[in-house]
């Protein structure tokens, strides 16, 4: 597995530690999870039910090889809540580079109409081009647009995956749009990432609290509000026209 032990790529091996010998039971989940949201949606659609596809027994220290993409859940003792998740990626995590990992991604700053081009279309890497051309105004703009995007994408897969990819979670979707916070500061039950100056909006700032997960321990969930909307949509619309900085 990866130095972090919260995924294992594609034809990477992972053993579980324990007891020489003791049994443990492996879960593999083909739940695909979806994005995080816009921060200002209240009322967040939580996704598909969770479905295991596939279970087996190993024992301890024993190699097992991660075949399959998506979240394996093990324990020691079914009869509780209590195990250790982790989630299969891609053999190129967190750096993506095939067109199939690359473009999901873009749902954050895409249409709906521009997402099922890259996924139906003829020619998914040429409606993707065309994409970053279109909102740059020019080749360079485009280059330039194109590697800060995939940076923040990659930056948040390795710094924020638990049991689902990091640029799928909730600081992932605000670390991707808005950057690197200026500051990040402990509030009662989680932390707060701020930004000095964004537009005209002066200070914004995003409290992430922690929550109790059974695959991954703790992890932060964003404290949604609609009083986000127009800070939202005016960066985003800086991504579409090409001025992000």
Do not use: C
């Not at 099922?116 to 279309?121: E, L, N, R, T, W």
């Not at 994409?131 to 710094?159: C, H, M, Q």
């Not at 990091?166 to 200026?182: L, M, N």
């Not at 990432?193 to 200070?203: E, F, K, R, T």
Request: net charge neutral.
């Amino acid at each position: 597995m990866s130095n972090n032990t919260n995924y294992a790529k594609y034809g990477e091996s992972f053993s579980v530690k324990g007891n020489a010998g003791a049994p443990y039971f492996v879960y593999h989940f083909s739940t695909d999870f979806m994005p995080a949201p816009p921060p200002m949606v209240e009322d967040a659609n939580l996704g598909n039910p969770m479905v295991v596809d596939t279970s087996f027994q190993v024992a301890a220290e024993e190699t097992v090889l991660v075949n399959k993409q998506g979240l394996y859940y093990i324990q020691s003792d079914t009869t509780t809540k209590d195990g250790k998740g982790f989630i299969g990626v891609a053999e190129n995590f967190p750096k993506y580079k095939k067109m199939k990992n690359l473009y999901p991604t873009m749902v954050y700053i895409s249409t709906q109409n521009e997402m099922m081009s890259f996924i139906q279309g003829e020619r998914p890497r040429l409606a993707f081009e065309n994409f970053w051309l279109n909102v740059a105004g020019s080749p360079d703009n485009a280059k330039r647009l194109i590697k800060v995007y995939f940076e923040r994408v990659t930056e948040a897969n390795i710094k924020f995956t638990d049991y689902k990819e990091g640029w799928k979670t909730d600081r992932g979707i605000i670390y991707i749009i808005f950057g690197s916070p200026d500051t990040i500061s402990n509030i009662d039950g989680g932390i707060r990432w701020s930004y000095n100056s964004n537009l005209n909006h002066g200070q914004v700032e995003f409290d992430f609290l922690e929550e109790d997960n059974q695959f991954t321990g703790t992890h932060y969930e964003l404290k949604r509000s609609y009083d986000y909307k127009r800070i939202w949509f005016d960066t985003v619309k800086k991504w579409r026209n090409g001025t992000l900085q």
